[in-house]
């Protein structure tokens, strides 16, 4: 059978302010049309379709209409919560979808009450799904036994737990099954794509890739958002984002994968890569070697490497209107004013432009303004 591997969609993500829906339209109508190019039996969405736990009317609907196109042509369609999402709000879905032929899983299941699936795929072979939605540390490890002991413990704690709540998902998993494991978390050795939400990465969020028995053909993992195997019993993938969520992403290669598996065979994978979504680009130099910029379609973070001055970042922005941050070169920025002593009693004009010379943010224009309201103010 052939699968679709999925994840991190973050639908709703706003880039500075920035609206990116018609990017994220875009970009998953390419994952459609993989879909139906490679004749998928299965996609699967390893969590984080929305980027906000209260998505908009707008994100919803766009996600809502993917699955189904998705689900086209009888293909089975799973879809779990990642940490971005709202569990309870995949839970309201999940009835609805389910009448649609979607099996989608905000919270954990027993293994008999959907959190193993078992279809057949459109190619004939019997399938095993074992679904792990993302799970805090707070639901797996009590908050009573969080009060006592060591981080290393807790971690420990969590990692054990997770590796026994996979145990019993696959329990069922047998020789002449397609046996596929998905869930939503982070594993050692994964490389952080840049965009992820660290304070649901770090230490006590890991669980090991043991959790997974060697009968798993492959696991679907998402969270991180950098495409790449992890080392492990079995094939262990994270697919990506299918586009760059922030800059801290900008060197990935947006995209899915491409599965072909069948019972007692370990995963074929494949990457597909994406492009329709805008890149995502760190561009630096003065004003006058950014006005020569080439910029193309992307969205642009600029280093400005002049002295701050009034309206600097304005004109940036009129040069190139896809910068979406602008900051200065750590060389010239403004360093804190400390105070001398023993110097002689100065009025405020000669105290302000002595503070705006020695921040390193010394402006005429700003310094007549100031003259301006002193004089107003003191009348």
């Given at each position: ?11 709703g ?16 109508r ?8 490679h ?67 905000g ?93 649901q ?14 009968s ?17 019993p ?101 360093v ?21 010379t ?22």
């Amino acid at each position: 059978m052939k699968i679709l591997h999925t994840a991190d969609w973050h639908v709703g993500k706003v880039l500075k302010g920035r609206p990116r829906i018609d990017e994220h339209r875009a970009v998953l109508r390419e994952l459609v049309a993989a879909a139906r190019e490679h004749d998928v039996d299965a996609v699967i969405v390893a969590g984080d379709l929305f980027d906000t736990s209260a998505p908009t009317p707008e994100a919803q609907a766009l996600v809502l209409n993917v699955l189904m196109a998705l689900r086209g042509d009888g293909r089975d369609v799973v879809v779990l919560a990642g940490n971005h999402d709202n569990p309870q709000l995949l839970e309201v879905y999940r009835p609805v979808l389910g009448k649609l032929g979607l099996h989608v899983i905000g919270s954990f299941r027993r293994p008999d009450a959907g959190g193993t699936l078992a279809f057949t795929a459109r190619s004939g072979e019997p399938v095993r799904l074992a679904v792990l939605p993302f799970l805090s540390h707070r639901y797996v490890v009590r908050a009573a036994e969080v009060l006592a002991g060591t981080a290393a413990e807790h971690n420990r704690d969590y990692a054990a737990r997770i590796a026994e709540l996979m145990g019993a998902l696959t329990a069922g998993f047998h020789g002449d099954t397609v046996n596929l494991v998905t869930t939503h978390g982070t594993l050692p050795g994964g490389a952080f794509g840049g965009g992820e939400r660290q304070a649901q990465s770090i230490f006590s969020y890991y669980f090991e890739p043991t959790a997974f028995p060697p009968s798993t053909q492959y696991a679907a993992l998402g969270h991180l958002h950098r495409r790449q195997q992890i080392p492990g019993p079995c094939p262990i993938w994270y697919s990506g984002s299918p586009l760059a969520v922030d800059f801290g992403e900008e060197g990935n290669t947006p995209g899915a994968l491409l599965v072909e598996v069948s019972p007692g065979r370990p995963a074929v994978v494949r990457e597909l890569a994406f492009g329709s979504a805008r890149r995502l680009r760190t561009v630096r130099g003065t004003l006058e070697q950014l006005e020569g910029l080439e910029q193309g379609d992307d969205w642009l973070k600029v280093i400005v490497e002049e002295k701050p001055r009034v309206g600097l970042a304005d004109d940036v922005r009129e040069l190139l209107p896809g910068a979406v941050d602008v900051m200065l070169d750590e060389r010239f920025r403004p360093v804190p004013a400390t105070r001398r002593a023993g110097s002689p009693e100065r009025g405020a004009r000669e105290l302000f432009r002595e503070y705006l010379t020695a921040t390193g943010r010394h402006d005429d224009q700003v310094a007549a303004l100031f003259d301006r309201l002193h004089d107003e103010v003191t009348g």
